[in-house]
C-alpha cells in the first residue's frame, strides 16, 4: 500500500492513507467524518445490482402504477404522467424538477455505473468513463425515487378513502427499485471507482512528499502544506497558485475553497425563507370532490391525515414538509453565522450537523411527488380531480433553496476561520492519523 495523502473534505485535515480491514471505513481523526474505504479488487456485486436496477427502472416507466377507478371511470398513471400533467396545467417548473428527480437523474445514475464498472470488470476502458463519473457526482443528490415512493404511499392513502386504488406492475418495480439501488450505493464506494479509472501513469502525493512540503513545521491542515482537494474526486493536488490548477484524475478545476461560498450560501438560504412563506400561505392543490372544491396547503394536507386517523402517514408528510425545511434553515444558519464569525465552539459538531442538513434536505420532496401522482391520476372533472397549486412551486423552491444552499457552502470554513488549522496539533499528521484511522475503522 502507498502512502497516499488523503485531506478530508470536511475539514481538510491532512492524513496518510493505511490498509484497512475490507469492508470497513477510516474516518478523518479531526471531523469524524468518512474518508475513505477499503480498496476494492471487484466491482461484480455493484454492477449486478446496477443492472438489475436498470431492468426495474424499464418495467416501472413501461407500466401504470396505479389504477384509479370512480363512478365506473378508470384512470392510470405513470412515472411520466406526473410531469406531463405538470407540464399541460401550466407549471414548467415543476413538470422539470419532477422529471429529473424521478426519471433523469435516477436513469443517468444506473446507466453511469452500468457504464464505468462494467468495462472495469472486463477489464477494458471506454471513452469518457471519467467523464460519465465525474458528472455521476453532480448528477447524485437529485436522484430522489425513494422520496417518490413515500409521494406515492401518501397519495394512496389519500386515495384509498374515496376510490377504488389498484397498483400496478411499475408500483411493485418502484418498491423492488429502491433497496436494489440502495444496496447499489453501499456495496460501492466511488472514490475506489476512481482509483481504478485513472490514467495508468498517475502519480499521487503520498508521505514521502511531506517532508519537502511542510518545511518542517507541524501543520494539519492540506492547504498549510499548498495542496488542494479536488471537490469531484478527492485527490490531492499541488496548488499551481495560477488559480487554474486542474485535477490530473477526473480533469475538474481544483479550488483552494469555494468560491464566494459563503455569501452564495447565505443568498440562497434567504431564497428558501422568503419563498417558505407563499409555500405555506397559498395551497399546494385543490382538491374537487362531488362537485365541491376545497384547497389544501401543506399544514391542512397534514391535518386532513389525522382527522381521518392515517396518523403514521401524517407524521411522515409533517416531519418531511415543516419540521425538516425549517430545521434545516435555522440548522444551516446557525453554521453559517458561527462561520462568519469565527466562532469556535463544537466544530466537530457544527460539521456533523451541515452534514445531516445536506442529507435530509431532498426528503421535503414528498409532497410535491403527491401532488403530481394525484393531479395525474384523479382527472375526473367535477366528480372528482385535483389541480396543483402555486403553493406547490414555493415549497419546491425552498426544497432546492436550501439544497443548492448547502452545497454551496464549503465545510472547511467552519474549521478555517477559527485557526484551528495551524499548529495546534503536537504530533505529525501522519502519525496520528495512522493509529487513529485503525481505531475508527468500523464495518460498513
Ligand atoms: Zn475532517
Ligand atoms: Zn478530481
Redesign the pocket.
Known amino acids: 500500500m502507498s502512502h497516499r495523502l488523503i485531506a478530508c473534505e470536511h475539514c481538510d485535515y491532512l492524513h496518510v492513507e493505511e490498509n484497512i480491514p475490507a469492508g470497513s471505513v477510516a474516518c478523518c481523526v479531526r471531523c469524524g467524518s468518512p474518508l475513505y474505504s477499503a480498496e476494492q479488487s471487484r466491482f461484480d456485486k455493484p454492477l449486478a445490482f446496477a443492472i438489475t436496477a436498470l431492468l426495474l427502472f424499464i418495467i416501472a416507466n413501461s407500466y401504470p402504477i396505479l389504477t384509479f377507478a370512480m363512478e365506473g371511470r378508470v384512470e392510470t398513471n405513470t412515472l411520466g404522467s406526473g410531469v406531463l400533467t405538470f407540464w399541460q396545467e401550466g407549471f414548467p417548473f415543476l413538470a422539470f424538477m419532477v422529471a429529473l428527480t424521478s426519471i433523469v437523474a435516477p436513469l443517468f445514475l444506473i446507466f453511469a455505473h452500468i457504464y464505468v464498472l462494467l468495462p472495469i470488470s472486463l477489464n477494458i476502458r471506454l471513452p469518457g468513463m471519467q467523464k460519465v463519473w465525474r458528472i455521476l457526482a453532480m448528477v447524485r443528490p437529485w436522484s430522489m425515487l425513494d422520496v417518490f415512493l413515500i409521494g406515492l404511499l401518501v397519495a394512496l392513502t389519500k386515495l384509498t378513502d374515496f376510490a377504488q386504488v389498484i397498483a400496478g406492475p411499475a408500483f411493485f418495480a418502484i418498491c423492488c427499485l429502491i433497496p436494489v439501488a440502495l444496496l447499489m450505493n453501499v456495496t460501492l464506494d466511488p472514490r475506489n471507482v476512481w482509483r481504478r479509472i485513472a490514467p495508468a501513469s498517475l502519480r499521487y502525493l503520498d508521505q514521502s512528499d511531506l517532508a519537502d512540503l511542510s518545511n518542517g513545521n507541524s501543520v494539519s491542515q492540506a492547504r498549510h502544506y499548498g495542496l488542494l482537494t479536488?471537490h469531484?474526486?478527492a485527490?490531492v493536488v499541488k496548488d499551481q497558485k495560477d488559480g487554474h490548477t486542474r485535477?490530473p484524475?477526473?480533469g475538474?478545476v481544483v479550488h483552494q475553497r469555494k468560491a464566494r461560498s459563503l455569501s452564495r450560501a447565505w443568498a440562497l438560504l434567504a431564497t428558501a425563507v422568503i419563498l417558505y412563506v407563499p409555500a405555506n400561505i397559498f395551497p399546494i392543490m385543490t382538491v374537487t370532490y362531488l362537485g365541491r372544491s376545497e384547497a389544501d396547503t401543506i399544514l391542512s394536507g397534514v391535518a386532513v391525515l389525522a382527522k381521518a386517523g392515517e396518523w403514521p402517514i401524517a407524521i411522515v408528510v409533517f416531519t418531511a414538509s415543516i419540521l425538516v425545511p425549517i430545521v434545516k434553515i435555522v440548522m444551516l444558519s446557525w453554521v453559517y453565522m458561527t462561520t462568519y464569525l469565527g466562532l469556535s465552539g463544537p466544530l466537530k459538531e457544527r460539521t456533523l450537523i451541515y452534514r445531516v442538513t445536506e442529507l435530509v434536505g431532498r426528503w421535503s420532496m414528498v409532497d410535491v411527488f403527491m401532488v403530481s401522482i394525484l393531479a395525474a391520476l384523479v382527472k375526473l372533472g367535477n366528480i372528482a380531480s385535483v389541480q396543483p397549486g402555486f403553493g406547490a412551486v414555493a415549497f419546491c423552491g425552498v426544497v432546492i433553496a436550501t439544497m443548492l444552499s448547502a452545497m454551496a457552502f464549503d465545510p472547511r470554513l467552519i474549521w478555517d476561520r477559527t485557526g484551528m488549522g495551524g499548529s495546534q496539533q503536537s504530533s505529525t499528521p501522519d502519525v496520528y492519523a495512522q493509529d487513529q484511522v485503525e481505531k475508527q475503522g468500523t464495518p460498513s
Do not use: A, F, L
Open positions: 479536488c469531484t474526486c485527490m485535477c484524475r477526473c475538474d
